[in-house]
C-alpha cells in the first residue's frame, strides 16, 4: 500500500474579538501560548503556533480579532487580520452559537468574498447550547457565505476538536515539515512573558484600562548557576489616573499581577522567576507608530 502523502500548511484563525480564537488555538496545541481573557482585543499581534502529528503539520496563526478600528493600534490590527487571510491555506472562522448575524460578522463576510482560500467555519461554545439547535445555527450562516466546511465545537471543553483537525488537513497540500516535531511556537520567550502579564492586568483590572495598557520587558537574565530568571518589565498605560489604578492602594493591585504572571511565566521557562514590575504612563502611546513599534507591534507588517 502506497505510504500517506505528508501534508503541512498555514491556517489562520479569525473572527470578532473574544469569540474563543486563542483559547481554541491553545487547546489544539496543548499548550498555552496566546492569551485568553473576556476583554475584546487581548491578541494583538500575529501569534504563531504548530502543531503536528504522524501525517502533516498545521501552522497556525492566531490573529488580533477583525473589528472597526478606533485608533492606529487597532487600524495595525485590522490590517494584520485582513492580510494573513490571503496568505494561508485555509481560513478558520470562528463565531458563537447564534442565529443573529450581525454587522459585525457580515463586515467579515464581505472580507472573505475578497480571497479565494478555503473558509470552514467554527461555530465555538456549542457546551452552551442545547444539540438540536445547532443545525438551525449551521442554515443561518450558510446563507451569508459559501463555506468549504462546517465544523461545531467547544474550545473551552476540547469537544469535536479532533473533526476539526482532519477536517483542515482535508484542504491542505502536500508539503514538507517546516517545523520539527517539538515546536509549537515561533514566538520569543520574552514576547510570551509580557503577554502573560498583560493577559494577568487585563483580568484583575477594570473595564476602561486594559485596552491602554503595553508590557515591556526591560531585563529578562538567567543566573550564573541556572537557578532562577531575573525578569523586570514595565507595564504601560495611557494616563495617570490608570497608574493609580494598576498599582493598586499600598501596591495590592500590582503585587497580585506579579504573583499571578510570575506562577504562568515559571510554567512556561520551567525555572523559578524573580519577577520586579514598574508602571510608566506614556499619554497616547496607541497612537504613536514609534511606541507602537517599541512594544512589540511590527508597523512593518502593515
Known amino acids: ?67 472597526k478600528a ?111 516535531e517539538d515546536t509549537i511556537t515561533d514566538q520569543p520567550e520574552k514576547q510570551i512573558t509580557a503577554e502573560l502579564i498583560r493577559e494577568k492586568a487585563l483580568r484583575l483590572l477594570s473595564d476602561e484600562i486594559p485596552h491602554g495598557i503595553a508590557v515591556a520587558i526591560d531585563s529578562m537574565k538567567e543566573r550564573k548557576d541556572g537557578s532562577m530568571m531575573d525578569i523586570d518589565a514595565t507595564i504601560v498605560c495611557e494616563r495617570d489616573s490608570h497608574k493609580g489604578i494598576i498599582i493598586g492602594k499600598n501596591g495590592e493591585k500590582l503585587k497580585q499581577i506579579g504573583m499571578q504572571s510570575r506562577r504562568e511565566i515559571e510554567n512556561l521557562l520551567d525555572m523559578k522567576v524573580n519577577l520586579k514590575l514598574w508602571v510608566k504612563v506614556k499619554k497616547d502611546w496607541r497612537d504613536s507608530d514609534f511606541l507602537i513599534k517599541n512594544y512589540g507591534y511590527d508597523k512593518r507588517e502593515i
Open 70 to 180: 478606533k485608533n492606529k493600534l487597532g487600524e495595525y490590527m485590522v490590517s494584520t487580520a485582513e492580510r494573513t487571510m490571503r496568505e494561508v491555506d485555509v481560513v478558520l472562522w470562528l463565531v458563537e452559537p447564534t442565529t443573529f448575524i450581525g454587522a459585525g460578522e457580515r463586515h467579515i463576510a464581505e472580507q472573505l468574498l475578497k480571497v479565494k482560500t478555503p473558509v470552514i467555519l467554527v461555530i465555538n461554545k456549542v457546551d452552551t447550547v442545547k444539540r438540536e439547535e445547532i443545525l438551525k445555527y449551521i442554515e443561518a450562516y450558510k446563507d451569508i457565505y459559501s463555506f468549504a466546511d462546517i465544523v461545531p465545537v467547544s474550545a473551552l471543553k476540547g469537544e469535536n476538536t479532533k473533526e476539526l483537525i482532519r477536517t483542515i488537513f482535508k484542504y491542505l497540500p502536500q508539503g514538507p515539515m517546516y517545523y520539527d
Open 1 to 67: 500500500m502506497k505510504k500517506q502523502e505528508y501534508k503541512s500548511g498555514f491556517v489562520t484563525l479569525i473572527g470578532r474579538p473574544n469569540v474563543g480564537k486563542s483559547t481554541l488555538m491553545n487547546h489544539l496545541i496543548g499548550q498555552k501560548i496566546a492569551i485568553t481573557s473576556d476583554k475584546p482585543q487581548t491578541t494583538r499581534n500575529r501569534i504563531q503556533t504548530v502543531y503536528t502529528e504522524e501525517g502533516g503539520q498545521i501552522i497556525f496563526l492566531d490573529t488580533p480579532g477583525i473589528h
